[in-house]
């Protein structure tokens, strides 16, 4: 390794003679207040000038940035000291990201600093205004499942949206239903679906309500099926886990189970459901404890910190980073790692999956569907545009003239790789067959987001396939080297693929790295910790 030196300004915190050579160079690092010059180190790959290598033996200097530091004896030093630019560096401004930043404040660490990827708080809690009349509409997170039942625990999500008063409806669908014939009345399967569910040893889910008797072969009980199951994990059955399903279930909506209740809250905030997000980090986050948009594209670690480099060419400093993005960046190798993350951390990120929801709009002149709050579409292809929702309904947006329908995981990528105008005319098409005898105009408005194709998200949220084991979610979930930490709805096992999974992840990553900055840094028991809500 070749080493250059910088000269920069800093805090002289040793004897520093005037016989040390002094090189040019850039410095990202900050003035301190003293005017004195010093030297630091950085290797020459990062495209400095090179004079030569250098030794030392004063008993301390400033290194203000480093890349790959070798042994600190063949340096000649025995006390580096690093300025840096935080001493924790989150990624992600999403519910992980801001939980886990509120946490280390809670816990006396405010040397934090976030990089967000986009130009507001909330990560996949995200909004657009659509239509002739600019209606807030959420392409994300949407629900709050599983509320309070009694004086049960309460979802911390569902407090957080109280605490700002947030404009939410208690969701109880009724259902109109339909195929490829038109209007058909099928609800009786959704009850055969419901008592499916029995305890099995841990299978694919498709087995496992086999064995319970639910053997779905019309099209109409395929549809119920992908609204009962599809619409909640973004996957199959048959790609998802018997006994993980049933956790995502039960530790969220069933109270004898620890959940919060059956309740669920559905946004109509014309703010935004992110809201509840941006308005509990004002209670805390300083302008300064942020960057937005600033994608990180790689993280070099080594024993004594981590560097964060951006896609601008910027370079951040820091003790420890939190990685909080979704699965499906990392996945796609969005973000690298010096050196690369070990095979037991590779093999965790690639055995857990990706799931994606998509959620398509339409705004027409007038309402010409269902007047239920929900509708279902049984086709012969599976997955093909089932579920559906009326926003212009009472409850929710009335008098938007806003249909939306949603598709999960294949199908949404199978859209993704269509134009808008080819999916408008195809969902049109379904419409003239739910409703033949509805004169249907054309749509004012029609959108859906791209979440695959996102390389800021690569997908909607995660789900626990039947090969994925305990063990690989504890390695999902582990640092690497007590430097490069990682969380997020998917390293929860009990809530993947839920905002609450987000918001413990998020908890639990702050708690233990704050010990870990003031000396602890026990991190054996951090995968187990009960889920608490620490307001």
């Not at 911390?156 to 008063?165: D, K, S, V, Y």
Request: aromatic fraction near 12%.
């Amino acid at each position: 390794m070749v080493w250059t030196a910088v000269v920069c300004r800093a805090v002289v915190r040793s004897r520093f003679g005037d016989s040390w050579a002094q090189t040019p160079g850039p410095s990202r690092s900050p003035n301190f207040g003293i005017s004195t010059e010093i030297i630091f180190l950085r290797p020459a790959r990062y495209g400095y000038y090179h004079r030569g290598e250098i030794n030392f033996d004063s008993d301390a200097i400033v290194l203000l940035s480093f890349g790959s530091i070798p042994n600190l004896k063949t340096l000649g030093t025995r006390n580096l000291i690093f300025a840096r630019n935080a001493s924790v560096i989150i990624i992600g401004a999403g519910v992980t990201g801001i939980i886990a930043a509120r946490t280390l404040a809670q816990r006396g660490v405010s040397d934090f600093l976030i990089v967000e990827g986009r130009e507001e708080i909330g990560g996949r809690l995200q909004d657009i205004q659509f239509g002739t009349n600019s209606v807030t509409l959420e392409l994300g997170a949407n629900w709050i499942h599983g509320t309070q039942e009694g004086e049960g625990p309460a979802n911390p999500i569902w407090l957080l949206a109280q605490n700002c008063q947030l404009d939410t409806r208690n969701v109880e669908y009724d259902l109109t239903t339909y195929d490829y014939s038109g209007p058909v009345d099928f609800t009786d399967e959704l009850l055969n679906f419901a008592g499916a569910f029995e305890n099995q040893e841990d299978m694919s889910a498709r087995t496992g309500l086999s064995l319970s008797k639910w053997r779905p072969h019309t099209p109409q009980e395929r549809a119920v099926e992908y609204l009962l199951f599809d619409q909640e994990y973004s996957q199959t059955p048959d790609e998802s886990s018997w006994f993980a399903s049933a956790w995502g279930s039960n530790y969220t909506y069933d109270a004898t189970q620890g959940g919060f209740g059956g309740g669920i809250a559905m946004s109509v905030d014309q703010r935004g459901f992110k809201t509840f997000l941006s308005t509990e980090a004002e209670t805390f986050l300083r302008p300064d404890q942020i960057l937005y948009n600033s994608v990180v594209k790689q993280i070099e670690y080594t024993n004594l910190g981590v560097e964060v480099q951006l896609n601008s060419g910027e370079a951040l400093f820091a003790d420890h980073v939190l990685v909080t993005v979704s699965l499906g960046v990392l996945q796609n190798d969005e973000v690298t790692f010096v050196p690369e993350l070990p095979s037991w951390k590779e093999d965790a990120i690639h055995a857990m999956t990706m799931g994606i929801y998509t959620k398509i709009f339409f705004q027409f002149s007038r309402k010409f569907w269902f007047d239920t709050a929900a509708a279902l579409y049984a086709d012969h292809e599976r997955g093909r545009y089932p579920v559906w929702q009326s926003l212009d309904h009472i409850e929710f947006l009335p008098n938007s003239g806003i249909l939306m329908v949603t598709v999960t995981n294949d199908f949404s990528e199978r859209i993704e790789s269509m134009t808008d105008e080819e999916v408008r005319e195809e969902v049109l098409s379904i419409m003239r067959i739910m409703f033949p005898e509805a004169d249907i105009p054309a749509p004012l408005a029609f959108f859906f987001p791209r979440w695959s194709q996102n390389p800021l998200f690569r997908g909607s949220y995660s789900n626990w396939p039947v090969s994925f084991s305990t063990e690989r979610q504890n390695a999902l979930r582990a640092p690497v080297d007590r430097k490069v930490w990682f969380a997020g709805e998917a390293t929860s096992r009990k809530y993947f693929g839920y905002l609450h999974g987000a918001y413990f992840e998020g908890q639990k990553a702050g708690l233990a790295i704050a010990e870990c900055v003031q000396g602890g840094c026990n991190t054996s028991d951090h995968y187990g910790e009960p889920d608490q809500i620490i307001m």
